[in-house]
């Protein structure tokens, strides 16, 4: 059974910075690509970040771009992302996410197994 735990998430002012964790175990971590999403209230979950099975290669949303980081730790089964410039617009639930295949995609039902998400608030 797959399983995915994010931890990390919180309250923070706007132009702050959070580090999410995702901890993984079930699978073989490192044979799998893995994403980031976010849902806001009222709104339809949107793709944040995707890194390929090996960190080689990362895919962002445009808003993603430049301020926030994917990365992983094959070693210790552990996907990240890590969020700078915070604004209140990116206040959200954020999930982790694998998928059976070696690189990213954009779209949620590319994606086998979900955590529960941790919630990130951005004041103003």
């Known amino acids: 059974q797959v399983q995915l735990v994010e931890s990390g998430g919180g309250l923070v002012q706007a132009g702050g910075s959070l580090r999410l964790s995702c901890g993984a175990s079930g699978r073989t971590f490192s044979s799998y690509a893995m994403a980031w999403f976010r849902q806001a209230p009222g709104k339809e979950r949107e793709f944040v970040a995707g890194t390929s099975w090996s960190g080689s290669s990362s895919y962002y949303a445009d808003f993603a771009q430049d301020r926030f980081a994917i990365s992983r730790d094959n070693s210790k089964e552990t996907l990240f992302l890590d969020m700078s410039s915070l604004k209140p617009e990116d206040t959200a639930v954020y999930y982790c996410?694998?998928?059976?295949?070696?690189?990213?995609?954009?779209?949620?039902?590319?994606?086998?197994?979900w955590g529960r998400g941790t919630q990130v608030t951005v004041s103003s």
């Open positions: 996410a694998t998928r059976s295949g070696l690189y990213a995609k954009t779209t949620a039902r590319e994606y086998d197994y």
